[in-house]
């Protein structure tokens, strides 16, 4: 019941273009899920979150979707850059209380 | 203010050797977390501390793995018989409170373990 499926494991896209990397988990009483960002030879960071009571948050570029029902959500980065290149972890809180991880989505924003 | 420190940065030691991996989390913070993450994988979790309560000890690999946390601060991740497999980063992470909103996990940068 702890564990979140992520996916796609790998993403390329042209800079530019919009990039989605979507999370599945089957805890019901899971209720904050956030996602990380982790540069190469860098500690993750912590670049989005979102409560079981909202449906969708946005900050510039980025916007993380939350679907109660289906027990998924996803991350979107738009007009991505250079620079949004980097592995991303989705999270979430289960019914233990514990933050744990998706296995991770390495994008690549090809010029 | 300091961020979560982790230390040594890099340790190499011989199979079957004991290491220990130190994190001292933001002042304040009430959870800790300990997490594996080998070349190009993702975040497996090890062990959570919130509090005075019994840790959440699930993700263990072995019973060569052990952590406490002294004082409600500093935590100690001890390896013992190390293997290769074992060789990864250690990441340790803590948050202010899981009831509130200010969950945000903050990172150590991590401890690099090779076991030769």
């Known amino acids: 019941g702890e564990n979140v499926e992520q996916h796609p494991s790998t993403l390329s896209v042209q800079e530019g273009d919009s990039a989605v990397i979507k999370c599945t988990y089957s805890?019901?009483?899971?209720?904050?899920f956030p996602w990380y960002k982790q540069e190469l030879g860098k500690r993750p960071q912590l670049i989005i979150d979102?409560?079981?009571?909202?449906g969708e948050k946005k900050d510039q570029r980025i916007a993380v979707t939350l679907n109660k029902t289906a027990k998924h959500f996803s991350l979107h980065i738009t007009e991505t850059q250079p620079e949004d290149s980097a592995v991303y972890f989705c999270?979430?809180?289960?019914?233990?209380?514990?933050?744990?991880f998706g296995t991770g989505t390495q994008l690549k924003v090809e010029l | 203010g300091a961020g979560v420190s982790q230390s040594p940065s890099n340790k190499v030691t011989e199979k079957g050797k004991d290491v220990e991996l130190r994190c001292d989390p933001i002042?304040?913070?009430?959870?800790l977390y300990w997490y594996r993450q080998s070349l190009g994988q993702g975040l497996e979790f090890l062990i959570y501390?919130?509090?005075?309560?019994?840790?959440?000890k699930s993700g263990l690999p072995s019973d060569r793995f052990s952590a406490e946390r002294t004082g409600g601060s500093v935590s100690t991740l001890t390896i013992q018989r190390t293997q290769q497999e074992d060789s990864a980063v250690y990441l340790c992470?803590?948050?202010?409170?899981?009831?509130?909103?200010?969950?945000?996990?903050?990172f150590g940068q991590g401890t690099r373990l090779t076991v030769v």
């Open positions: 992470a803590s948050s202010l409170t899981y009831r509130s909103k200010d969950t945000e996990a903050f």
């Open positions: 805890d019901s009483a899971s209720n904050y």
């Open positions: 979102i409560r079981s009571n909202v």
């Open positions: 999270g979430h809180t289960g019914g233990g209380n514990k933050l744990t």
């Open positions: 002042s304040g913070h009430t959870a």
């Open positions: 501390f919130q509090g005075n309560s019994a840790p959440d």
